[in-house]
Protein backbone atom coordinates (compact mmCIF):
# COMPACT_ATOMS: atom_id res chain seq x y z
CA UNK A 1 0.00 0.00 0.00
CA UNK A 2 1.78 3.39 -1.02
CA UNK A 3 0.99 6.23 0.94
CA UNK A 4 2.14 9.51 2.06
CA UNK A 5 4.38 8.16 5.13
CA UNK A 6 7.05 6.55 2.58
CA UNK A 7 9.90 8.08 0.95
CA UNK A 8 9.41 8.45 -2.69
CA UNK A 9 12.78 8.05 -4.89
CA UNK A 10 11.95 10.36 -8.36
CA UNK A 11 14.57 8.22 -11.26
CA UNK A 12 15.28 11.00 -13.85
CA UNK A 13 18.30 11.45 -16.19
CA UNK A 14 19.72 8.35 -16.87
CA UNK A 15 22.06 7.28 -19.31
CA UNK A 16 20.29 7.04 -22.97
CA UNK A 17 20.05 9.60 -25.34
CA UNK A 18 16.97 10.65 -24.18
CA UNK A 19 18.66 12.04 -20.86
CA UNK A 20 17.80 15.66 -21.15
CA UNK A 21 13.98 14.67 -21.72
CA UNK A 22 13.97 12.27 -18.79
CA UNK A 23 15.31 15.54 -16.48
CA UNK A 24 12.64 17.72 -17.68
CA UNK A 25 9.99 14.93 -16.58
CA UNK A 26 11.55 14.29 -13.47
CA UNK A 27 11.33 17.25 -12.49
CA UNK A 28 8.01 18.37 -13.23
CA UNK A 29 6.63 15.03 -11.41
CA UNK A 30 8.98 16.05 -8.00
CA UNK A 31 7.48 19.54 -7.87
CA UNK A 32 4.18 17.85 -8.49
CA UNK A 33 4.55 15.49 -5.66
CA UNK A 34 6.24 17.86 -3.24
CA UNK A 35 3.41 20.58 -4.13
CA UNK A 36 0.69 17.51 -2.54
CA UNK A 37 2.86 16.84 0.39
CA UNK A 38 4.33 13.67 -0.42
CA UNK A 39 7.86 13.57 0.82
CA UNK A 40 10.03 13.09 -2.50
CA UNK A 41 13.56 13.44 -3.12
CA UNK A 42 15.31 13.90 -7.27
CA UNK A 43 17.79 11.06 -8.00
CA UNK A 44 19.75 11.53 -11.42
CA UNK A 45 20.60 7.99 -12.49
CA UNK A 46 23.79 6.72 -12.80
CA UNK A 47 25.60 3.39 -12.32
CA UNK A 48 25.59 4.13 -8.57
CA UNK A 49 22.38 3.73 -8.41
CA UNK A 50 21.78 1.46 -5.65
CA UNK A 51 24.15 3.81 -3.05
CA UNK A 52 21.71 6.09 -4.21
CA UNK A 53 18.55 4.23 -3.28
CA UNK A 54 19.58 3.36 -0.12
CA UNK A 55 21.54 6.44 1.14
CA UNK A 56 18.56 8.48 0.45
CA UNK A 57 16.05 5.90 2.31
CA UNK A 58 14.24 5.52 -1.40
CA UNK A 59 11.09 3.19 -0.20
CA UNK A 60 9.21 3.71 -3.64
CA UNK A 61 10.32 4.71 -7.15
CA UNK A 62 8.62 7.16 -9.43
CA UNK A 63 10.65 5.93 -12.43
CA UNK A 64 10.71 9.48 -14.87
CA UNK A 65 13.38 7.12 -16.81
CA UNK A 66 13.12 7.34 -20.98
CA UNK A 67 15.51 5.12 -22.95
CA UNK A 68 18.08 2.47 -22.17
CA UNK A 69 18.42 1.73 -18.54
CA UNK A 70 15.58 2.90 -17.43
CA UNK A 71 12.10 2.29 -19.78
CA UNK A 72 13.42 -1.21 -21.43
CA UNK A 73 13.28 -3.07 -17.91
CA UNK A 74 17.15 -2.76 -16.37
CA UNK A 75 15.55 -0.13 -13.77
CA UNK A 76 12.87 -2.11 -13.11
CA UNK A 77 14.94 -5.40 -12.67
CA UNK A 78 17.11 -3.65 -9.89
CA UNK A 79 14.69 -2.09 -8.26
CA UNK A 80 12.62 -5.87 -7.93
CA UNK A 81 15.65 -7.01 -6.92
CA UNK A 82 15.61 -4.43 -4.32
CA UNK A 83 12.68 -5.01 -3.57
CA UNK A 84 11.34 -1.49 -3.66
CA UNK A 85 7.64 -1.42 -5.58
CA UNK A 86 8.16 1.28 -8.91
CA UNK A 87 5.82 2.93 -11.19
CA UNK A 88 5.10 1.88 -14.48
CA UNK A 89 5.08 -1.26 -16.17
CA UNK A 90 7.15 -4.41 -15.16
CA UNK A 91 10.37 -6.08 -16.27
CA UNK A 92 8.92 -8.28 -19.44
CA UNK A 93 6.45 -5.55 -20.83
CA UNK A 94 9.06 -2.47 -20.34
CA UNK A 95 11.43 -4.74 -22.47
CA UNK A 96 8.82 -6.05 -24.99
CA UNK A 97 7.27 -2.86 -25.17
CA UNK A 98 11.08 -0.46 -25.11
CA UNK A 99 11.95 -2.40 -28.90
CA UNK A 100 9.31 -1.39 -31.78
CA UNK A 101 10.17 -5.05 -33.72
CA UNK A 102 9.68 -7.04 -30.70
CA UNK A 103 6.46 -4.75 -29.84
CA UNK A 104 4.91 -5.49 -33.15
CA UNK A 105 5.50 -9.34 -33.69
CA UNK A 106 3.49 -9.38 -30.46
CA UNK A 107 0.49 -7.49 -30.82
CA UNK A 108 0.23 -8.99 -34.53
CA UNK A 109 -3.18 -9.46 -35.70
CA UNK A 110 -4.85 -7.66 -32.55
CA UNK A 111 -4.08 -4.19 -34.21
CA UNK A 112 -3.81 -2.99 -37.69
CA UNK A 113 -0.17 -2.16 -38.64
CA UNK A 114 2.27 -0.40 -41.09
CA UNK A 115 4.48 -3.23 -43.24
CA UNK A 116 7.62 -3.68 -42.49
CA UNK A 117 11.04 -4.57 -42.80
CA UNK A 118 13.76 -5.40 -40.63
CA UNK A 119 17.23 -4.93 -41.91
CA UNK A 120 20.44 -5.21 -39.90
CA UNK A 121 24.20 -4.02 -41.08
CA UNK A 122 24.98 -6.31 -43.92
CA UNK A 123 21.87 -7.04 -45.24
CA UNK A 124 21.41 -6.41 -48.43
CA UNK A 125 18.64 -4.50 -49.66
CA UNK A 126 15.31 -5.63 -51.93
CA UNK A 127 15.76 -4.59 -55.43
CA UNK A 128 12.20 -3.27 -55.14
CA UNK A 129 11.41 -0.82 -52.26
CA UNK A 130 7.99 1.02 -51.93
CA UNK A 131 8.70 4.35 -51.26
CA UNK A 132 8.10 6.71 -49.07
CA UNK A 133 9.17 4.74 -46.34
CA UNK A 134 9.88 5.59 -41.95
CA UNK A 135 13.15 4.19 -40.82
CA UNK A 136 13.72 3.61 -36.92
CA UNK A 137 16.05 2.56 -34.83
CA UNK A 138 14.11 -0.56 -33.32
CA UNK A 139 15.10 0.36 -29.62
CA UNK A 140 14.88 4.05 -28.63
CA UNK A 141 12.68 6.78 -28.38
CA UNK A 142 12.08 10.74 -28.65
CA UNK A 143 11.90 10.25 -32.53
CA UNK A 144 15.77 10.00 -32.01
CA UNK A 145 17.77 8.10 -35.67
CA UNK A 146 13.99 8.11 -37.12
CA UNK A 147 13.95 9.60 -40.69
CA UNK A 148 11.45 9.61 -43.69
CA UNK A 149 12.64 8.77 -47.14
CA UNK A 150 11.76 8.74 -50.29
CA UNK A 151 14.38 7.60 -52.36
CA UNK A 152 16.62 4.40 -52.09
CA UNK A 153 20.15 6.93 -51.75
CA UNK A 154 18.35 8.84 -48.58
CA UNK A 155 17.48 4.99 -47.42
CA UNK A 156 21.17 4.05 -47.23
CA UNK A 157 22.09 7.61 -45.18
CA UNK A 158 18.98 7.04 -42.56
CA UNK A 159 19.96 3.38 -42.30
CA UNK A 160 23.78 4.49 -41.44
CA UNK A 161 22.15 6.61 -38.65
CA UNK A 162 20.06 4.25 -37.11
CA UNK A 163 22.39 1.56 -37.42
CA UNK A 164 24.63 3.73 -35.15
CA UNK A 165 21.85 3.53 -32.29
CA UNK A 166 21.08 0.11 -32.93
CA UNK A 167 21.70 -3.16 -35.00
CA UNK A 168 18.19 -3.68 -35.85
CA UNK A 169 16.40 -1.10 -37.65
CA UNK A 170 12.95 -1.28 -38.82
CA UNK A 171 11.44 -0.17 -42.14
CA UNK A 172 7.80 0.54 -42.57
CA UNK A 173 6.05 1.63 -44.82
CA UNK A 174 4.98 5.34 -44.92
CA UNK A 175 0.97 5.92 -43.98
CA UNK A 176 -0.28 8.87 -45.07
CA UNK A 177 -2.77 10.77 -42.33
CA UNK A 178 -3.10 12.12 -39.18
CA UNK A 179 -1.01 11.15 -36.03
CA UNK A 180 -2.35 10.83 -32.82
CA UNK A 181 -2.20 9.33 -29.72
CA UNK A 182 -3.91 7.82 -26.52
CA UNK A 183 -2.71 7.65 -23.55
CA UNK A 184 -3.99 4.33 -21.56
CA UNK A 185 -4.03 4.82 -17.39
CA UNK A 186 -4.63 1.65 -15.35
CA UNK A 187 -5.90 0.26 -18.44
CA UNK A 188 -8.58 2.82 -19.36
CA UNK A 189 -7.94 4.89 -22.36
CA UNK A 190 -7.90 8.95 -21.79
CA UNK A 191 -9.25 11.11 -24.64
CA UNK A 192 -7.65 11.15 -28.15
CA UNK A 193 -4.80 13.75 -28.93
CA UNK A 194 -4.24 14.63 -32.49
CA UNK A 195 -0.40 15.65 -33.15
CA UNK A 196 0.11 18.18 -36.31
CA UNK A 197 3.47 19.46 -37.20
CA UNK A 198 4.03 21.97 -38.91
CA UNK A 199 6.46 19.92 -41.35
CA UNK A 200 3.49 17.00 -41.55
CA UNK A 201 6.50 14.49 -40.01
CA UNK A 202 6.76 14.58 -36.33
CA UNK A 203 10.17 13.99 -35.72
CA UNK A 204 12.59 15.33 -32.69
CA UNK A 205 13.00 18.95 -33.92
CA UNK A 206 9.33 18.98 -34.34
CA UNK A 207 8.51 17.19 -31.01
CA UNK A 208 10.79 19.29 -28.93
CA UNK A 209 11.19 22.88 -30.88
CA UNK A 210 8.65 24.99 -29.08
CA UNK A 211 6.10 26.23 -32.01
CA UNK A 212 6.89 23.58 -34.39
CA UNK A 213 3.52 21.49 -33.56
CA UNK A 214 0.38 22.03 -32.97
CA UNK A 215 -1.94 19.72 -30.27
CA UNK A 216 -5.58 19.04 -30.36
CA UNK A 217 -6.85 17.49 -27.36
CA UNK A 218 -9.43 16.48 -27.67
CA UNK A 219 -8.80 15.18 -31.48
CA UNK A 220 -11.42 16.48 -33.75
CA UNK A 221 -11.82 12.82 -35.45
CA UNK A 222 -15.82 10.92 -35.80
CA UNK A 223 -16.12 8.65 -32.96
CA UNK A 224 -15.74 5.87 -34.33
CA UNK A 225 -12.34 6.48 -35.37
CA UNK A 226 -11.93 8.45 -31.73
CA UNK A 227 -13.42 4.55 -30.46
CA UNK A 228 -10.89 2.63 -32.59
CA UNK A 229 -8.34 3.89 -31.94
CA UNK A 230 -8.65 3.93 -28.16
CA UNK A 231 -10.19 0.46 -28.04
CA UNK A 232 -6.65 -0.51 -29.67
CA UNK A 233 -4.67 1.16 -27.38
CA UNK A 234 -6.00 -1.06 -24.52
CA UNK A 235 -5.37 -4.04 -26.70
CA UNK A 236 -1.70 -3.55 -27.05
CA UNK A 237 -1.75 -1.97 -23.38
CA UNK A 238 -3.24 -5.56 -22.08
CA UNK A 239 -1.46 -7.56 -24.91
CA UNK A 240 2.13 -6.60 -23.63
CA UNK A 241 0.73 -6.70 -19.67
CA UNK A 242 1.43 -2.76 -19.00
CA UNK A 243 0.69 -1.34 -16.27
CA UNK A 244 -0.02 2.51 -14.93
CA UNK A 245 0.54 4.65 -17.23
CA UNK A 246 1.11 4.24 -21.17
CA UNK A 247 0.89 6.12 -24.02
CA UNK A 248 0.12 4.36 -27.68
CA UNK A 249 0.89 6.37 -30.52
CA UNK A 250 -1.04 5.93 -34.35
CA UNK A 251 -1.52 7.29 -37.56
CA UNK A 252 -5.46 6.98 -38.77
CA UNK A 253 -4.77 6.51 -42.51
CA UNK A 254 -6.03 8.63 -44.76
CA UNK A 255 -7.65 6.72 -46.99
CA UNK A 256 -9.88 4.83 -44.79
CA UNK A 257 -9.91 6.42 -41.45
CA UNK A 258 -8.35 3.50 -40.05
CA UNK A 259 -5.73 3.93 -37.15
CA UNK A 260 -2.63 2.15 -37.54
CA UNK A 261 -0.73 1.10 -34.64
CA UNK A 262 2.72 2.66 -34.40
CA UNK A 263 4.28 1.67 -31.30
CA UNK A 264 3.39 2.22 -27.15
CA UNK A 265 5.55 4.47 -24.79
CA UNK A 266 5.90 2.65 -21.48
CA UNK A 267 7.23 5.89 -19.66
CA UNK A 268 5.39 8.88 -21.73
CA UNK A 269 6.98 12.39 -21.21
CA UNK A 270 6.03 14.05 -17.74
CA UNK A 271 6.08 17.48 -18.47
CA UNK A 272 3.27 20.24 -18.11
CA UNK A 273 2.88 20.15 -21.74
CA UNK A 274 3.39 16.46 -22.31
CA UNK A 275 0.46 14.66 -23.96
CA UNK A 276 -0.18 12.63 -21.64
CA UNK A 277 -0.70 15.29 -18.88
CA UNK A 278 -2.33 16.86 -21.93
CA UNK A 279 -5.28 14.16 -22.45
CA UNK A 280 -5.66 13.79 -18.62
CA UNK A 281 -6.73 17.63 -18.41
CA UNK A 282 -9.77 17.16 -21.16
CA UNK A 283 -11.29 15.30 -18.34
CA UNK A 284 -10.91 16.85 -15.62
CA UNK A 285 -7.77 15.10 -14.42
CA UNK A 286 -4.36 17.95 -13.42
CA UNK A 287 -0.94 16.98 -13.53
CA UNK A 288 -0.54 16.69 -9.77
CA UNK A 289 -3.58 14.17 -9.49
CA UNK A 290 -2.10 12.46 -12.72
CA UNK A 291 1.07 12.25 -10.83
CA UNK A 292 -0.16 10.80 -7.73
CA UNK A 293 -2.17 8.27 -9.64
CA UNK A 294 0.50 6.95 -11.29
CA UNK A 295 2.75 6.91 -7.88
CA UNK A 296 0.02 4.53 -5.85
CA UNK A 297 -0.07 1.97 -8.58
CA UNK A 298 3.05 1.10 -7.89
CA UNK A 299 3.82 -2.61 -7.81
CA UNK A 300 7.04 -4.63 -6.96
CA UNK A 301 7.04 -9.15 -7.09
CA UNK A 302 6.55 -10.78 -4.09
CA UNK A 303 10.34 -12.95 -3.40
CA UNK A 304 9.85 -16.55 -3.86
CA UNK A 305 10.15 -18.54 -0.61
Sequence with gaps: MIHKGLRVGVLMGGLSAERAVSLKSGKAVLEALAERGWDAVGIDVGRDLPQRLLAEGVQVAWVALHGRFGEDGAVQGLLEMMGIPYTGSDVRASAVAMDK???????????????????????????????????????????????????????????????KLNDEVLVEEYVSGDEITVAVLDGEALPVVRIVPDSGFFDFEAKYTKG??????????????????????????????????????????????????????????????????????????????????????????????
Excluded at 136 to 145: A, E, F, H, L, M
Excluded at 270 to 284: D, E, I, R, W
Design 101 to 163: IATKRAVQGAVVMAQDLVLRPGDTLPESFNFPAVVKPSVGGSTIGMSLVRTREELLVALDVAW
Design 212 to 305: RTRYEAPAALPAAVTQAAQTAAVRVWGALGCRGLARADFIVRSTDGVPVFLEINTIPGMTGTSLSPMAAGVVGVSFGELVERVLVSAHVMRPEV
